[in-house]
């Protein structure tokens, strides 16, 4: 499948100066790895915070270890926190924006190679063996040719990506004009609180059809999407370093307690802890 997309939009998405064209490369290993940073001077600098809607011929895998990803496709949006990994499959629109300092790593997978991977981008989660086996798979990115080791590590490497359990980090949006509206007011508005009875009437729509429509066109509730949103939003805010508080006031919560006990809930740790952990890790 060909690449999608021209000049800036086209271009902009490389994660790395070492490899500019490493995401539409057509030929080379079946597996090209890549770590970078956003620090100058990084032989592999990813430097870009906004990227357009395009497309690549290859797989797109990556995880970040500081820092925030977020990617929106036809099918909604979804974050990237550190500890996880992402994946656009080849061919998929997309758009990104990057939230706070960023140290990364991952993969391109040719079309072949992404052969049993979701034909949809989602976030997974990433093992300490799988950030090893893009490390060592690194040394030969640039290879006509692959030895018999190194054949062997980057099957190794592909059994441990289609392994990885996916992970609930999806926001969808309703297609449905008037509950889209509701959707990207929430987006731009996550503090509002009121009814959605209230919200469907002044979008001129039933509440019963409108929960029955939200349901089939995202796959939640009205309440368990507005908390998805929330936590995508106070993911990104979180990633640039804003306090709990003001991060928990900004998307809705009543107190910085109730948000710290939902993040706890959805990630098993408070967030300073959890941002805490990946800082350590990634300096």
């Keep these: 499948m060909p690449a999608v997309g021209t000049g800036r ?10 490899y500019p064209e490493m995401a539409d490369r057509p030929d080379g290993p079946a597996v090209i790895a890549f770590w970078g940073s956003d620090e100058p001077g990084d032989r592999s600098n990813i430097e870009l915070r906004e990227v357009g809607w395009h497309a690549h011929l290859r797989g797109q895998f990556f995880s970040v270890e500081s820092g925030l990803v977020r990617i929106r496709t036809a099918k909604g949006s979804w974050i990237l926190p550190p500890g996880r990994v992402g994946w656009v499959p080849p061919g998929e629109m997309h758009e990104v924006s990057i939230s706070g300092p960023l140290v990364g790593w991952g993969a391109m997978l040719s079309p072949a190679a992404s052969t049993g991977l979701p034909d949809q981008s989602c976030v997974m989660g990433a093992s300490d063996l799988l950030r090893a086996l893009v490390r060592k798979a690194m040394t030969f990115a640039d290879a006509a040719v692959l030895t018999p080791e190194q054949e062997r590590l980057t099957a190794v490497l592909l059994d441990e990506i289609r392994i990885a359990p996916q992970e609930p980090l999806h926001l969808p949006m309703p297609s449905e004009p008037r509950l889209a509206r509701i959707a990207m007011h929430l987006l731009v508005a996550p503090q ?17 059809t409108a929960r029955r429509a939200f349901l089939a066109e995202t796959g939640m509730t009205f309440l368990q999407w507005r908390q998805q949103a929330r936590l995508t939003l ?3 805010r979180l990633a640039r370093g804003e306090a709990v508080a003001e991060v928990s006031d900004a998307v809705g919560y009543a107190t910085p307690s109730n948000f710290i006990a939902m993040f706890r809930r959805a990630f098993g740790a408070p967030p300073a802890r959890y941002f805490a952990r990946f800082a350590t890790r990634a300096a």
């Design 234 to 236: 106070a993911f990104e």
């Design 192 to 208: 509002d609180d009121r009814p959605f009875a209230q919200m469907s009437s002044e979008a001129g729509i039933s509440e019963r």
């Design 9 to 18: 939009a086209a271009g902009m998405q490389q994660m790395g100066k070492l």
